[in-house]
Every structure is written in structure tokens, then in C-alpha cells.
């Protein structure tokens, strides 16, 4: 595949899943302390990773959950939180201003943390009471997030009694390298038909729903405009109808992210306005994916990271067709603001 | 002031303040039955504007209280919502279908409705508990709209015992139709150059922050797109710096909505960061108006309503000068989808 070391990926996300037995050692410690909320915190592709798992929570435990805007966070003053509170935080660097400051104020505050990130002896990692570390290069960190927080959060919510197949479904999560690795190899040629076709599009809308919407978002923001400085605009499946629809012509682009929750058939409203009122439209589904042995039931859990993983392809096809690299920035660490 | 009923626009708006002691009994009862968290329940505009009310909630409140796409809400299984939750719906109508749908689903479960709209007699005021009824034309509904949930929410945390200062609170929303009034004829001509400068602008990002958030988003979905067809990025100050700023280009149009909240830091640094990297910055600021009679620690929960009467007369003349009637749809209500 163009652009892509699979030793490393394969490296980064064994290394994710590795760390599965440490995982379930702090979630056991911080269960023990009996925790009324748990707060996710992140900035920019942090928080937007953390969505799915906010949607996930929601619809699947009793666990009050609440991801929030780091940089809003800590002047809100939430009432939701304190020292009761659990907090995961997440930023690859260990350094992003926002997510350590947020980390700062709630150790605090006396609530219990735990840090997601790349590296020890940064400042996340030195702040919170738990890091979760695995080296991850850019490209590949957002895998490697998304399965340490599958078996962290699924094994915080199996803990409260709220999803109590944890055991088979953390069993399935280590396949998933291989499977991840599968899909990308799939996708691949329709990531690059999309990059040629779409090569030159200076706008696209991108749509998701339930644990896709905060793909889209991310996507949208992280990946089209700060790393190919395209416009976007991301939206809700339900919220397109109250809108966003009006701007739909033959020639709008539209991408839309299928995953297999609760909220397809949000998806597949999208899908049949968008076969009838524009010719660019582009449809992500995960389950064009057999992700061999995986259980059914538990696909829905998958599709954010499944969708991500195709994704990146998209991104390095846009990167070669556009001859635009996914690293050059405008501002990003280029001057002071 | 151009296409403005004053005496309409009175007329609703002293509707809304009128319903105080209607809103005050309601709260009276719903308090008595011990909800344990609120949902907030709405479809495009109407879910946008309750969530500068989640936002004031979270901030003041130790009641929980979650802001959810009603469309979304039904199928995902809240495991937060059951018969101790209570519900506050709006649509103006009273016949979305997704919010009247959502309406039956809350009530099914058992859990306490209040549901806020024009008319009685229609599917939502006929659905709901408590429905709380101000006749409105679509232009006016918003303020009409957040008039009545400053009075319910402000009040629904008195009872909490977690917003002491109420009844000084709401003699001052008393006297918001004229001081709004005022805010509009004071912001009409700003308006109207913003219109004439901005006409043939194809996109605009739009910023919020904190309870101006709500605004962003649905000022650019429900008006600049759904109304004058125009591209529009809403997005969050502080989510901002990590993507959506590296489209900025010296002719790439910027409106931040400032309001006077705790977020208003983050929105000032966006505002220096506008100021240099483009041409193209309008900034909408609550504290340009006086408001008079409004104590210091009171204007912050006003950002929203300010904010969005303001709007109200860029949309006006946006209307005039770009020869597009705000009532022109491609789709909605022209088309099944």
C-alpha cells in the first residue's frame, strides 16, 4: 500500500493491545473508589476520538459521561465535577497546552486521572495518576487511542455490571490488528479512486451519526482542513434535514460515514437525498467489511475505529493525487497565537 | 428599522415574559416529584438553542442535564433516561416530527414532560404534561423561545437551591422585550453593513464559546444555509486552533460571536489570531450593549439572546441586499425525503 509501514502499524496496535492487563489493573483500582462520573477531556481529534465512546457509555451504562472541550473545561467551573469524578485525558504529544492544563486542575480538584498518550516523562504522563502509554507515530495514534479505550472503557462499564460480555469482546479487540490491517488493505483502492476523483473539490460535507458523528467531525477538521486546507462542513444525520440540505446541489460533495448502531437508519435518510439531489456522493460504510470472527453484536463497537482505519487511506491517496503534504501547516507550530 | 413589526415583536416577546407565573407553577410541580436529570430534546434550531441552556446548567447546577438530537435520542437507548428524568421539548409548530415522536417515546417510559410552541391543539402541546404555549411567527420564536427557558431553567435550579439570586433574575428577563428592542434598533445599522460588505460571500466560519456555541451553530445552519444557501464551518473557539484555522486565508470570512460567559478568553484569542490572518473579521460582541438596568452578574446569561436578536437583523438584511427571501427552500417542504 502507498505510504504505509505495516511492520509499524502492526507494532503500534499490538502495542496498544498489549497493554490490556494494565488496562484492567487501573480500571480495578479505580473502580474500588467507587466514581460517580466519568469525564473525558481532549482538544481537537483528543475530544473528537472520545465522542464515540461518550455515545457508546450512554446507550450502554448507568455512567453518567460527559466529554468535554478541554480548554472550556477548566474555566466552566462543571458542577458535574469533583473529586468523585473519574477523568480520562488524552493527547499523543503528552504536551498538548490545553490537556495537560486540564489535567493539572483535576488532580486539583482531587479527581482521580488517567492519561492516554505517547510517551513517559511528558507532561501528561507526569500529571495524572494512571498513564496509558504507547508509542504511536501521528498516522497511526489514532488506532492505537481507540483500542486502549475500548478495553478501558468497556472494562470500566463491564465493572458497574453494565456489560458484562467484556471478557469475549476484549478477546476480540486482540485480533484486531490483523482484522485493521485487512481493512485498510480493502479499502485501499477506493481510497484512492475517491482522492482521484475528488482530487481538486474544494468543499465536502461529511455526515455521521451515533459513534460516527465524531469521525466526521474529526475528519472534517483535523484531516481535510488542517492537513489538506480544504473546506469542509460536518453534520449530524438528523441535523442535515434541518439545514444543511439546503446547499445540496448536483455538484456538492457529500461523504457520509455508515457504522452499524442504532442511528443507520439516520444514515440511510442521508443516503437516499443525497442518490437523488447530488452526483458527488461518497459513501464510508463499515460494513462493507467482513472483519472475519468478529461477533455480530459487538460490529457496532467497531465501527469508529474501522472507520477511521479506512480513512486514513483516504489520506494518504488525498495527500499523493493533491501533492499536498499531510504535514505542512499555515500556523500549527509555525507562528505564535 | 427595515421588515420589522415592533409591535409584533413586542407582542410575542411580552407573550413570553407573561408566562412567568404559568412557568413558576409548572416548576413548582415538577420539582415536587424529585427529577433526577433533565433532557433537553429538540431537531436543528430548537435542540441549538437549548444548548447555551445546557452549557448555563452544567456551570450552575448540580442537577444533570444532557442536551440530545431527538431524532438520535430515540433509537440510542439512554440508559441515563427513565421515569425520574425530566424532559423539556420545543418545537414551534408543535408538529416536528422527530421532536413529537421523541415527545410519545419520553412519555411512554414515564418520564415528566414540558413541551414549549406556538399552538395548543397540535401534536406537541397535546403530547406533553406541561405545555407552555406563546404564539409566535417563525422570526420571533427564538427570542420567544429563550425568554421562556430562561424563566423555567433559572428557576428549575432555584428549586435545586442552586440559583438563589432568581427572583432578582427574573423581574430583569421582565423587562428583556424592550431592552431587546433597544439592542436591536442599536445593532440595525452594523447589521446592515455586515449585509452590504458580505452579500456575495460564498463561506463563512462562524466561532462561539460557551453559551454563544449554540448560536454559531445554528445561525450558520438555520439561517446562512438553510435560508440564504451560503457554506458555512461552525465551530468551537477553543476546537478552532486544532484544524479549522489553517483554511484562513487573507479573504476567508470569520464571524466570532462574543458573549460574556467565563469562555470569553478563548474567544478573544481568537479574535487576535483573526485580526492578523484575515481581511475578513466581524465580531459580534454583547458588550457593546448596554442593556441598562441589567446587573453586571446577570449579563452573561443573556450572551444568547442578545446574540441572537442581533442575527436577527443581519438575516433581515442579508435577505434585502442579496434579493434572497429567508422563506426560499430547494428541498424543505418542497420534497419528500
Known amino acids: 500500500m502507498l505510504n504505509f509501514n505495516q511492520e509499524k502499524y502492526l507494532q503500534v496496535t499490538r502495542g496498544a493491545v498489549a497493554l490490556r492487563s494494565e488496562i484492567e489493573e487501573i480500571v480495578e483500582k479505580?473502580?474500588?473508589?467507587?466514581?460517580?462520573n466519568i469525564f473525558l477531556l481532549g482538544?481537537?481529534?483528543?475530544v473528537a476520538t472520545f465522542y464515540p465512546f461518550e455515545y457508546m457509555i450512554k446507550s450502554t451504562s448507568s455512567i453518567p459521561v460527559y466529554a468535554e472541550i478541554?480548554?472550556?473545561f477548566v474555566v466552566m467551573n462543571n458542577q458535574q465535577f469533583n473529586e468523585k469524578s473519574l477523568v480520562i485525558l488524552s493527547s499523543l504529544s503528552g504536551t498538548t497546552?490545553?490537556?495537560v492544563a486540564a489535567a493539572k486542575y483535576c488532580k486539583e480538584k482531587g479527581a482521580t486521572t488517567i492519561g492516554i498518550t505517547g510517551e513517559y516523562h511528558k507532561p501528561l504522563a507526569d500529571t495524572v495518576d494512571y498513564p496509558i502509554v504507547n508509542y504511536a507515530e501521528n498516522d497511526f495514534a489514532g488506532d492505537s487511542n481507540q483500542l486502549i479505550l475500548s478495553f478501558l472503557i468497556f472494562n470500566l462499564m463491564h465493572k458497574k455490571g453494565d456489560f458484562p460480555k467484556y471478557e469475549a469482546f476484549a478477546e476480540q479487540l486482540e485480533a484486531l490488528p490483523e482484522l485493521l490491517l485487512g481493512v485498510k488493505e480493502e479499502a485501499d483502492s477506493k481510497a484512492c479512486e475517491f482522492a482521484e476523483t475528488y482530487k481538486d473539490e474544494p468543499y465536502h460535507i461529511l455526515v455521521g451519526a451515533g459513534n460516527t458523528m465524531g469521525r466526521a467531525y474529526s475528519y472534517a477538521m483535523c484531516v481535510l482542513e488542517e492537513m489538506q486546507w480544504i473546506k469542509t462542513k460536518s453534520i449530524h444525520a438528523a441535523e442535515f434535514f434541518h439545514g444543511t440540505l439546503e446547499i445540496v446541489e448536483e455538484d456538492t460533495s457529500m461523504i457520509l460515514l455508515?457504522?452499524?448502531?442504532e442511528t443507520r437508519p439516520l444514515m440511510e435518510r442521508v443516503e437516499r437525498f443525497a442518490e437523488k439531489y447530488t452526483k458527488k456522493l461518497t459513501v464510508f460504510d463499515t460494513q462493507d467489511y467482513?472483519?472475519?470472527?468478529?461477533?455480530?453484536e459487538f460490529r457496532k463497537y467497531l465501527s469508529p475505529i474501522v472507520t477511521s482505519t479506512v480513512l486514513q487511506r483516504v489520506s494518504v491517496h488525498l495527500e499523493e493525487k493533491r501533492n499536498h503534504s499531510l504535514e505542512t501547516?499555515?500556523?500549527y507550530r509555525k507562528v505564535a497565537y
Not at 482538544?43 to 483528543?46: E, K, L, R, T, V
Not at 467482513?290 to 455480530?296: R, Y
Request: aromatic residues 6%; proline residues 3%.
Open 329 to 331: 501547516r499555515r500556523y
Open 290 to 296: 467482513e472483519l472475519k470472527g468478529i461477533v455480530p
Open 70 to 72: 478541554a480548554a472550556e
Open 258 to 261: 455508515k457504522g452499524e448502531d
Open 30 to 36: 479505580v473502580s474500588q473508589q467507587e466514581y460517580k
Open 43 to 46: 482538544s481537537g481529534g483528543a
Open 97 to 99: 497546552e490545553e490537556t
